[in-house]
C-alpha cells in the first residue's frame, strides 16, 4: 500500500488563490513567456516564467489559460504529443483556444522507454532521444502549432536536468538559468512550502520559474488525491499504459484503484 501523504505544502489549489500567485508575482516580477526567455539580462531586471505540464487533462488547462488571461498574465502550456490521457488531435480546438489567449504551446516530451547504449551529445541527448524530440515538435506544427520554441521534459532524468538553454533552437525549460530559482507543485504539493511565501522570498531572484499542473486546480479547493481521481477515474486504468501512466503522475492514486484493476 502506498502512503497518499507526499511531503510538501497543499492546502489551497482553488482558482482564487491561484489568482492571487499570479498577482503577486506581476507585482514583483516582468511576466514573460518561456519563448521569451535570454541568456543576458538588463541590469535589475526581475523576470518570472509561468509554465504548466499539461499531464492529464487539456480541459483543466483551458479553464486557467482563460484565468491568466482575463488577468493579462502570458504563460506557456506544455503538451505532450503521445499519451494515453488525451489526444491532441481530437482536442486540436482546444489547443488553438489556449493561443487565443495569448498563451505559449509547447513541447512536453517524454523520453522515457527510449533505451538506448548510444553516447549522449552535449545537449545530453541520445540520437533516437533526439529523434523522438523532433517527432514531438512535428507533430505539434501540424497541429497549427507553428513555430515550436520551447520544451521541456516528462518524468526527467538526472541526465537532462540543468542541461544546455536550447535544445534543436527550443528553450529548455530545464536549463540552469531557469532553475536557480524554481518552485513547483509536482505530484500535488509545493516541496518548498506555500508558493505564495516562495515567491515573496525570491523577490531579488534574476529568474522565477514557476511550475503547475492544471489537474491539481480548480473553483474550490480540494485535496490532491480527490483533484486526481475526479479526472483520473473517467480512464480505463485496466489498459497497462494507461494505469502506468496515471500513477506516475501520482503515485498514491494506484491505492485507489489497484483492488479494482483488471490485469491483462
Do not use: K
Not at 491561484?18 to 543576458?40: G, H, K, N, V, W
Amino acid at each position: 500500500m502506498r502512503n497518499a501523504d507526499l511531503e510538501g505544502w497543499a492546502e489551497d489549489f482553488s482558482y482564487d488563490y491561484y489568482r492571487t500567485l499570479l498577482e503577486t508575482l506581476q507585482a514583483i516580477f516582468e511576466l514573460r513567456t518561456l519563448s521569451e526567455y535570454r541568456p543576458d539580462r538588463l541590469a535589475g531586471a526581475r523576470v518570472a516564467f509561468v509554465r504548466h505540464d499539461v499531464d492529464v487533462c487539456l480541459e483543466r488547462a483551458v479553464e486557467m489559460a482563460e484565468l491568466e488571461y482575463e488577468l493579462g498574465v502570458r504563460s506557456t502550456y506544455m503538451v505532450l504529443p503521445d499519451t494515453p490521457l488525451y489526444d491532441l488531435e481530437e482536442e486540436r480546438d482546444l489547443l488553438h483556444l489556449i493561443q487565443e489567449f495569448g498563451h505559449e504551446i509547447a513541447l512536453h516530451c517524454d523520453l522515457s522507454g527510449v533505451e538506448s547504449d548510444e553516447p549522449v551529445s552535449l545537449d545530453g541527448l541520445a540520437p533516437s532521444e533526439r529523434r523522438r524530440v523532433d517527432a514531438g515538435r512535428r507533430h505539434l506544427e501540424e497541429l497549427g502549432i507553428d513555430p515550436v520554441t520551447s520544451v521541456s521534459f516528462h518524468r526527467p532524468s538526472e541526465r537532462v536536468l540543468e542541461g544546455p538553454r536550447t535544445i534543436d533552437g527550443m528553450v529548455n525549460a530545464y536549463n540552469p538559468d531557469l532553475l536557480s530559482t524554481y518552485v513547483s507543485d509536482s505530484s500535488g504539493r509545493w516541496r518548498e512550502g506555500d508558493p505564495l511565501e516562495s515567491i515573496l522570498e525570491s523577490a531579488d531572484a534574476e529568474r522565477l520559474q514557476v511550475l503547475t499542473h492544471p489537474v491539481w486546480w480548480g473553483t474550490e479547493h480540494e485535496p490532491p488525491l480527490e483533484r486526481f481521481a475526479a479526472v483520473a477515474d473517467r480512464f480505463d486504468a485496466s489498459d497497462p499504459r494507461t494505469y502506468e501512466e496515471l500513477v506516475s503522475i501520482y503515485a498514491p492514486y494506484a491505492e485507489r484503484i489497484d483492488t479494482d484493476r483488471v490485469l491483462v
